[in-house]
């Protein structure tokens, strides 16, 4: 393509910019230039979509900025016309996709296209309209010949007069009036029957109970002034509220909204994975009601589209969501929440690679507005980013009521294992715990981070493991449903009852996933009520909300399942926690396993006592000593970071750098290993000497979906400086035919 040519540019006046630069859904990195026709001077403006010929055929873009003139040579084309304004891009907004593709990396029009959900991108989504009856001026006043009319048609008016404006389809089955009736009503100009844009309801008319803000505590109150304070200074700080669970960190947050609000200011709440915290979001309802917007995957796209409008159209001042509501289109924004700040899904695992925590805080900046970032497990980062002075600390270490932390106890299962002549997935003690909670009719909380029900299927005679043809990795054995299945690719097969390879029958299964343990679960206490909540069995939206109400009801007396069980659920009920495998991440080839670890117990744990019973959790482990564990088990995060940072100190790990991985992906192996290898020739004599380098070598899952992956890891001086290295090297660079590479800027993982 030879850019757009062909120019009008004369016939635009010398005041307005002559020139667009437009960029496409093409993952092309460039934009182009094209002449802003005088027709539409003065209305173009960056965030624009337009119409423009491009090759050989008309394609909408996006502007992103406005030039007086072009540093393209030759004539430009004339942009063809302007498109719906509600497609248009909040271009306040485009400095940060600047932001983001220059940091992370990528293509611009990906971080362009990351500002807007793709529904109202592609512009193609209308309004919902519903036709409404409402009363004319005859009926309104009951006019002269009010008696005249028939019994029913009498009513009907009156209904309306008790109601206001129904939809039709509401007025005909609620007050039992036919469709003939009201069409003679509106011949003779009693109601009026005309179309009306109402919003999709993402909540289907789901009611909640409103609530009002509560007295605060000391550490709470404190906590609030600090945010209020930064609101009111305008000074855009970055707080994190670093709270033990229960400390009552969300309704700082509330309070924090009220006054932004009152400041006349917008807000976003960024948590992790909405539809695993379905509370969180309902909490904002509960206050704020029809003011909260909530963007996430859940929607369907009418109700994305409406929910996005209602923002952009300042019909709402608070946007709820998961990572991608933090572009919500506000202009007076005051305050990003983002909640559960250490989650690793607010790194987006496909380009652009953003982590929504971060980017929050650069929004902040831009916009003026006060950031915090709650947790009660922070991410070394974030802390380490209030040690060298960046953020503010601020801390709730109790509990709202002052209920004391659950007691957390380690059992060292090799201990448990040489008292009983073999290894045990549940131990004694946690066998007699569920016992004694289950005739109290309390509630149990189990973790296993692993579904399936044995991870592995080997056969003893030959050593064969059945591993997944597309990938590296074992087949995990479903036993309900009597298939191997890669967790990776999704591939199913039946499970063979021999081996493949020597034919013998003495198949074994190892390793333990939840379904094993629900199993388990239902010989052990025949009485109780067991569920299980894992990817397999969560298989519809509603299947974890139905879940959730009945273990809040109480009819489920056991709820065993993966990290989806740990996150931010509060059930007064539950005075049992048991984490079966502590261990299981622990191992893990990444040097953040022991934070992962130390989150997951601490979270889990935090589910336990939140009522007006004490709380109990039983982690099992084979490596008791280990100091992740030592520290979830007081709760005790500070010193879990002191243990933990000379370690990324000494080794230059996050937070202490930044880390960029490169990544090198083919179907033909020796290709991609080869490629990775002539980009780190390429590299190395560019680099800045603090920069360390790893690799290249194969990624700690090394094919995937029939893919080879290797990887090359650089961290070490200056991030910005080496990320405007790499750039030229990797965007918009040509590499041979069939390999992918692309650089991941702060990665979730290796
Ligand atoms: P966190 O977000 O830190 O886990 P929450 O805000 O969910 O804590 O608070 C835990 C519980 O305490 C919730 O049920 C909440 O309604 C309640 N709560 C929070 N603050 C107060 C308060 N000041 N007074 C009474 N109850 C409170
Ligand atoms: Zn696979
Ligand atoms: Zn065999």
Avoid at 38 to 66: C, Y
Wanted: proline share 5%; charged share 20%; net charge neutral.
């Amino acid at each position: 393509h030879n850019g757009p040519q062909n120019s009008n540019s004369d016939l635009v006046t010398p005041q307005s910019p002559r020139v667009a630069h437009v960029v496409f859904n093409l993952s092309l990195d460039k934009g182009f230039d094209y002449a802003i026709p005088p027709a539409l001077a003065g209305q173009i403006r960056a965030g624009s979509r337009v119409r423009v010929s491009f090759g050989h055929s008309e394609r909408s873009g996006f502007v992103v900025s406005v030039a007086a003139q072009s540093s393209h040579e030759g004539e430009l084309k004339p942009i063809i016309a302007l498109e719906k304004q509600n497609e248009q891009i909040p271009s306040h907004l485009l400095g940060l996709a600047e932001w983001i593709a220059a940091y992370y990396c990528c293509p611009k029009e990906h971080a362009v296209r990351a500002l807007m959900p793709a529904v109202v991108r592609s512009g193609a989504m209308k309004h919902k309209q519903v036709i409404f009856v409402s009363l004319a001026l005859r009926a309104a006043n009951f006019g002269d010949d009010f008696a005249a009319l028939t019994e029913k048609q009498q009513e009907t008016i009156k209904y309306l007069h008790r109601h206001g404006a129904k939809p039709l389809q509401e007025l005909q089955s609620e007050a039992n009036v036919s469709a003939a009736i009201i069409n003679t009503l509106c011949k003779h100009g009693w109601l009026i029957k005309e179309k009306r844009v109402v919003d999709r309801d993402p909540f289907h008319d789901d009611l909640i109970q409103p609530d009002s803000a509560r007295q605060l505590t000391g550490g709470q109150q404190a906590a609030l002034e600090r945010v209020n304070a930064s609101l009111d200074a305008g000074d855009a700080q970055v707080i994190l509220l670093h709270g033990v669970t229960a400390s009552g960190k969300t309704e700082v947050y509330l309070q924090a909204i009220h006054h932004c609000l009152q400041r006349g200011q917008d807000a976003i709440v960024l948590v992790p994975e909405i539809s695993l915290t379905p509370q969180t979001c309902d909490r904002f309802r509960q206050r704020f009601g029809n003011l909260v917007s909530v963007l996430h995957s859940g929607l369907s796209d009418g109700e994305r589209f409406d929910e996005w409008t209602r923002i952009n159209e300042g019909r709402s001042r608070i946007a709820v969501g998961a990572r991608s509501a933090l572009f919500a289109p506000f202009r007076k924004l005051g305050l990003i929440v983002v909640d559960e700040e250490h989650e690793s899904s607010y790194k987006q695992e496909e380009s652009p690679r953003y982590n929504a925590r971060d980017v929050a805080v650069v929004r902040g900046k831009r916009e003026k507005a006060t950031v915090v970032l709650g947790s009660a497990t922070p991410s070394l980062e974030s802390y380490y980013n209030c040690e060298v002075g960046r953020y503010q600390l601020v801390e709730l270490p109790e509990r709202v009521d002052a209920s004391a932390m659950p007691a957390v106890e380690l059992i060292d299962m090799a201990e448990e294992a040489a008292l009983a002549g073999q290894a045990q997935l549940l131990s004694k003690r946690l066998k007699e715990l569920i016992f004694d909670r289950l005739h109290k009719a309390e509630q149990i909380m189990l973790l296993l981070n692993r579904r399936g029900y044995a991870t592995q299927m080997l056969c003893p005679k030959c050593g064969y493991v059945a591993t997944c043809d597309n990938c590296s990795t074992a087949y995990t054995y479903h036993r309900k449903a009597a298939q191997l299945i890669c967790h990776l690719c999704g591939v199913q097969l039946a499970a063979p009852d021999k081996c493949p390879q020597c034919q013998s029958k003495e198949i074994r299964y190892t390793g333990v996933g939840t379904e094993k343990i629900e199993t388990i679960l239902h010989a052990l206490y025949p009485q109780a009520t067991i569920a299980r909540m894992d990817s397999d069995t969560m298989t519809t939206k509603d299947s974890y909300k139905k879940v959730l109400d009945a273990f809040r009801a109480g009819r489920i007396h056991i709820l065993v399942g993966t990290q989806m069980i740990a996150k931010g659920l509060d059930f007064p009920n539950v005075t049992l926690v048991g984490v079966i495998q502590a261990d299981s991440q622990l191992h893990l080839p990444d040097f953040r396993s022991g934070e992962r670890t130390f989150q997951l117990i601490t979270q889990v744990a935090g589910r336990a006592g939140r009522g007006d019973c004490a709380g109990h959790v039983v982690v099992q482990t084979y490596t008791p000593y280990h100091f992740a564990l030592q520290a979830a088990l007081k709760h005790d995060f500070k010193t879990f970071y002191a243990e933990e940072m000379p370690s990324r100190k000494m080794l230059d790990f996050p937070p202490c750098s930044h880390m960029v991985i490169v990544h090198f992906r083919s179907q033909d192996e020796a290709l991609a290993a080869d490629t990775a290898e002539k980009f780190h020739q390429g590299i190395q004599p560019l680099l800045e000497p603090a920069v360390q380098i790893i690799g290249p070598m194969p990624a700690p899952l090394s094919k995937v979906k029939t893919y080879y992956r290797f990887q090359l890891q650089l961290r070490g001086g200056s991030v910005l400086k080496l990320v405007a290295l790499l750039r030229p090297q990797v965007v918009s660079q040509s590499f041979p035919k069939g390999v992918d590479v692309y650089l991941d800027v702060d990665p979730r993982s290796l």
